[in-house]
């Protein structure tokens, strides 16, 4: 793919920084040289020749006609791509690296086209072709490299970045399989590998000239130079090349084209010589692939950690490789005097996953470039910032120290020594409090010493982020309390955000165009303008609009639930819609036991007031999280029960959708009507699933909990279902918890509860479910699900009685579409940028 001229200019751009010092021109003075050229094509004219030029053949699949699509698509952004990247690497304004080991980003065409607003022109000149934009793009694979919320963030923050023209560069691992396919067989969660690179990916460009080698084991070695001073030298590794593929991220409508850049691990050409010399040649070579293993799979872990020695040399490939590539770009531009480094540069950390950074940082600053501990320190403490995602002990990081002294040695060192000096500083301010020095060490003492990961960052870190307002709270007054109180400045809020681009533009047209007619299209890029909509709540040709926009997208997404899941339903009922990952603490199974409960009114001739709905839950299971896979099980069961009675389908249909991903979000949110957001209370840093929701006029039915207490704020609790327990009482109740003792004195729990265990949902498969029974009435259950039944069941009620009502239910749509404004990740964005990347 790379053309004559550019590896022109690549063998150039070696040898000049090869010839960097303090003193020459930088290596982007290459790009000076570059002959001009013609400007570019047209999208048609380019997608003609790649279909004459690209594909070699006259016949074609519709995957190979994407593929040219896509290659012109890419191609009508080279010349901005080239200019952002000219002007960053001057570094105009500060660069951001924002360090993910996740990044959900979905399907690109839609985005790209809408981000260069070529849609339209793309329409026209696909006629050419015999299909339709729209037929084109569902033959894209989902990029799916993330597990769920964290992952669709970071891809999220990656538009919005290059929509507020920010120089932010997205660093992750390119995996050659992305989250699982999830496939439901006989009920059943069955996970299938993503090969979603098999067609090859036409968005990326593999950039030979900045690979760099990453080392792994070894040893460290120290000496005294003849000045007196001691340097560590780690030896005998075993190195892996890191070479970078850029995929680009265009701003919307602003010329800007940021770059994420995605790591693949491949095997250097040092053979084993060993191995070699015995002449096993093809042994030697084959043990090569194993290099190659760091980048092949997503772990597929949310919530939770994976000890897996693996992961964690995935963590140290994605933060080395991203590290020294930032520093050969400072080092182009400044040579090596590093004292405007943290002036310029930021590296976000996307939860603890990228957080060996901090010491991978101090070790290429002191054992590369020379620079002593204090100066080292001084850097890299003023140039990381940390955001936590989660409350949940499952999902705080550790690492064995034993594990990790094998594969980095120098690092633990250097974990070490940070340590050492930052307990200095504990012991200064609780002097004599031996137990503190123990509770905040990041070194964790027991049978086997473990590294605190959580810990590293904030230590290291000017800035620890909360991801919505009472998760930060909860982290100042509970987990990180200490660390609150020894640095209160660093600590600090950024409620997630989703872009309206692809959660409202791109994905639900209709109700764009809607938007756009009446309010501009300002809302595109300032999500606040939808505050206007609610002047039309009482516009009666405007809301009858609203509803038919919604029944036509509720058409739409009817046709993929019955393709998907061979279910039907029927858009003048309710959709009742649940899609996130399958977790304990998101409580799928409240849903299921409310959905058991309308099914058994439904049996005891009991509708009074009950509006007919469709229930859809999605999502994905971690693949050994047991209990998750159960809740799936579940689901499907009790979803075939009810659509195998004729006389319940009128009141109540239910589907499980297989494999629920970002391009599949793109269809659920424009035709959903209730958002269920119903996590126990505390538990849920944030969700964003909600805010997608809130954007396409869902109502939402939740707990205090997460975003939703801002959602609430922002539209008022006449437009709310709230419902449960609150985060205190859910603390108050632990001690006290008597679940038997709730269900004897509810009636309706009561008889979902013995339901279930008549085995009515698993006649043929007896005892299925008793670990889920169990845990319902286990005093210890954590996510309380029996203390919430009643009061989600009330909310439900209220539900069905305000969608009886539908010129309220389409008022209260509408308000909640003009409250979602603050839930841009525009927003989110812009408080980074204030609070943190630039304030500095
Ligand atoms: C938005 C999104 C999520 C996050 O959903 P929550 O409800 O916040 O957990 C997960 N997966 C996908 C595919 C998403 O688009």
Redesign the pocket.
């Known amino acids: 793919m790379t053309t004559a001229k550019e590896s022109a200019s690549v063998k150039k751009a070696t040898t000049t920084r090869k010839k960097t010092t303090k003193t020459t021109k930088p290596a982007t003075s290459v790009v000076q040289t570059s002959e001009p050229c013609e400007p570019c094509d047209t999208l048609g004219a380019s997608l003609a020749r790649h279909i004459r030029y690209g594909l070699c053949r006259d016949e074609h699949e519709k995957e190979e006609l994407f593929t040219a699509v896509a290659e012109s698509v890419k191609e009508q952004m080279l010349d901005n791509w080239r200019e952002t990247r000219i002007k960053d690497n001057q570094y105009q304004q500060k660069q951001i690296a924002y360090l993910s080991l996740e990044f ?1 980003m ?1 399907r690109a065409l839609g985005n790209a086209l809408l981000s260069l607003d070529l849609t339209d022109e793309a329409q026209k000149v696909l006629t050419d072709y015999a299909t339709t934009l729209e037929d084109l793009e569902q033959v894209e694979h989902d990029a799916g490299l ?4 964290l ?2 963030l970071a891809a999220c923050f990656l538009d919005s970045c290059a929509c507020l023209d920010l120089s932010v560069t997205g660093y992750g691992i390119r995996y050659q399989y992305g989250m699982f396919v999830q496939k439901i067989i006989d009920g059943y969660q069955v996970e299938r590998p993503d090969r979603w690179l098999r067609h090859g990916n036409p968005w990326e460009v593999r950039i030979a000239n900045r690979i760099v080698t990453v080392p792994f084991f070894g040893h460290t070695e120290t000496y005294v130079d003849k000045d007196g001073r001691r340097h560590h030298v780690w030896t005998n590794t075993q190195n892996v090349l890191a070479v970078p593929y850029d995929m680009p991220i265009p701003g919307f409508n602003n010329g800007r084209i940021n770059t994420l850049r995605l790591w693949k691990a491949e095997a250097n050409d040092e053979f084993d010589l060993e191995e070699f010399n015995d002449g096993d040649y093809a042994e030697a070579v084959a043990t090569k692939n194993l290099a190659e293993q760091i980048t092949m799979v997503l772990y597929p872990n949310d919530a939770s950690v994976n000890g897996k020695e693996l992961r964690l040399r995935q963590q140290y490939f994605l933060s080395s490789a991203s590290l020294q590539d930032l520093l050969a770009r400072y080092v182009d531009q400044y040579g090596e005097d590093f004292s405007e480094f943290s002036r310029r540069n930021v590296m976000q950390l996307n939860d603890t996953h990228p957080s060996i950074a901090v010491p991978e940082l101090m070790r290429l600053l002191m054992d590369k470039y020379g620079l002593g501990w204090n100066e080292a320190w001084d850097i890299t403490s003023r140039s990381m910032a940390y955001t936590n995602h989660t409350l949940l002990p499952e999902a705080l990081e550790r690492w064995p120290v034993p594990m990790m002294k094998n594969m980095l040695p120098r690092i633990v060192e250097i974990i070490f020594e940070i340590n050492a000096r930052y307990l200095e500083l504990v012991a200064h301010h609780w002097p004599g409090n031996i137990q503190k020095l123990a509770d905040m060490s990041i070194i964790e003492e027991g049978p086997e010493q473990q590294i605190r990961m959580a810990y590293l960052a904030i230590v290291a870190s000017f800035s620890v982020n909360g991801v919505a307002g009472l998760h930060t709270e909860l982290l100042k007054q509970g987990l990180f309390s200490d660390f609150y109180q020894l640095w209160p400045h660093k600590f600090n809020n950024k409620t997630n955000g ?1 872009t309206p681009r692809r959660w409202l533009a791109y994905c639900n047209p209709k109700l764009s165009g809607l938007i756009t007619r009446r309010l501009g299209k300002e809302w595109i890029t300032d999500l606040t303008h939808l505050a206007a909509l609610n002047a039309f709540t009482s516009d009666k040709a405007f809301v009858k609009e609203w509803a038919e926009i919604k029944l036509t997208n509720k058409q739409a997404l009817s046709e993929f639930v019955e393709q998907q899941c061979g279910v039907t339903f029927d858009p003048q009922m309710m959709f009742d819609v649940q ?3 399958i977790h304990e603490y ?1 409580r799928q199974l409240l849903n299921i036991l409310h959905v058991i409960h309308l099914y058994r009114r439904i049996l005891n001739g009991d509708t009074q007031g009950m509006a007919p709905r469709c229930v859809l839950i999605g ?1 994905k299971a971690a693949p050994g999280y047991a209990m998750a896979k159960q809740i799936i099980k579940l689901a499907n069961n009790v979803a075939h029960m009810v659509n195998s009675d004729p006389l319940v389908t009128p009141y109540l249909r239910m589907a499980f959708l297989p494999n ?3 391009s ?2 793109e269809k659920i949110c424009p035709g959903t009507d209730l958002s269920e ?1 119903i996590s126990t209370a505390g538990k ?1 840093a ?7 929701f809130m954007m396409n006029g869902a109502l939402t039915i939740g707990t205090l909990d ?1 975003a939703n207490i801002e959602m609430l704020e922002e539209v008022g609790k006449d437009n709310f279902f709230l419902f449960g327990l609150n985060a205190q009482e859910v603390a108050q109740t632990k001690a006290h918890y008597q679940p038997q003792q709730i269900i004897a004195e509810s009636e309706a729990l009561t008889g979902v509860m013995n339901m279930l265990k008549s085995g009515h949902f698993n006649l043929v498969e007896p005892g299925i479910f008793d670990h889920i029974i169990a845990s319902i009435v286990d005093p210890f259950d954590q996510w309380m699900t029996a203390a919430d039944f009643d009061s989600y069941r009330i909310a439900q009620e209220n539900v069905s009685a305000t969608y009886l009502d539908q010129a309220k239910w389409q008022q209260i749509s509408i308000r909640n579409s003009a409250a979602s404004g603050r839930f841009s990740s525009d927003n989110t964005i812009s408080g980074y940028r204030d609070d943190i990347w630039m304030k500095k």
């Open positions: 959900l979905g993330g597990n769920g919320g992952g669709r989703v899609v996130k990952r998101k999502g629920y991903n970002v599949a979000m957001q849920e944030s969700g964003t699933g909600n805010m997608k997460g």
